[in-house]
């Protein structure tokens, strides 16, 4: 790929991550993130460059999300559901195809979303560069969970990109 078109390529990808991230932020009641503290959003294009879904991390529709005590340290995770498994879960609803899609996620997938984007034919996540270390206070468990992820989608041969430029 020349220089040009991986520059332009660059852009874009940085666009859909741009657009995850406000969609992540953006209010609970319209789809944004309630978590307190890590907010991730996910947008998944298909192979014609269209978006499928997007998604951020929150909880399954007709759950509580109200209740305190589902914010408790060592149990929100618990009940929040990540981000890629919801826009998954959004393009299985509308039958799209995700043979050559590409996902857009604002952090790098956990170990479950890696061996579900791979069964998935997910062709490439695009996440933004050191994104798990822009989340501060993302726990450890968290981040041996991104790091076997990595792992899954290396073996399953997802092309994983580094966007720079995208803050968290």
């Known amino acids: 790929m020349d220089k040009v078109k991986q520059k332009e390529q660059q852009v874009d990808h940085a666009a859909w991550l741009k657009k995850a991230l406000a969609f992540s932020h953006g209010d609970p009641a ?3 993130s309630p978590h307190p503290m890590v907010k991730v959003g996910a947008i998944l294009v ?3 460059g ?5 998604a951020s991390n929150r909880f399954a529709h007709g759950v509580d999300q109200n209740a305190p005590e589902r914010y408790v340290d060592g149990s929100r995770s618990l009940w ?3 981000a890629e498994q919801l826009a998954i879960i959004g393009a299985v609803r509308k039958q799209a195809s995700l043979k050559g899609a590409r996902l857009y996620v604002t952090l790098a997938p956990c170990a479950v979303c890696a061996g579900l984007i791979a069964e998935c034919g997910i062709r490439e996540v695009i996440v933004p560069k050191d994104s798990d270390h822009a ?3 993302l726990k450890a468990k968290w981040k041996k969970s991104i790091s076997i992820g990595q792992t899954k989608l ?3 041969g997802v092309i994983v990109t580094l966007i720079d430029g995208v803050e968290v």
């Open 135 to 137: 989340h501060g206070r």
């Open 80 to 82: 929040i559901n990540c």
């Open 46 to 48: 298909g192979a014609d």
């Open 30 to 32: 319209q789809g944004g």
């Open 50 to 54: 269209q978006e499928i879904s997007r």
């Open 154 to 156: 290396q073996e399953a």
